[in-house]
């Protein structure tokens, strides 16, 4: 699923940035080579970050 448009980033790929340590989605998309145009997407892309993060937060927990 296409999360922004304005640079073709789907979910897959923003889930990735965010495995990947960033913690919001400017920080993602530059780790995507991009950055936010029309920002309608932003709110989105942070609760898919935040999800992530938390997720793998939630992992990290229950291995120790
Ligand atoms: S939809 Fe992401 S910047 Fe426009």
Redesign the pocket.
């Known amino acids: 699923m296409i999360?922004?448009?304005?640079?073709a980033?789907c979910e897959d790929r923003l889930r990735g940035a965010a495995r990947a340590g960033a913690p919001c989605p400017r920080s993602a998309y530059a780790n995507l080579g991009c950055e936010?145009?029309?920002?309608?997407?932003?709110p989105y892309?942070a609760e898919i970050i935040d999800e992530e993060r938390a997720s793998l937060l939630s992992v990290d927990a229950q291995a120790a």
């Open positions: 999360v922004c448009v304005c640079n980033i936010p145009q029309c920002g309608s997407c932003l892309a």
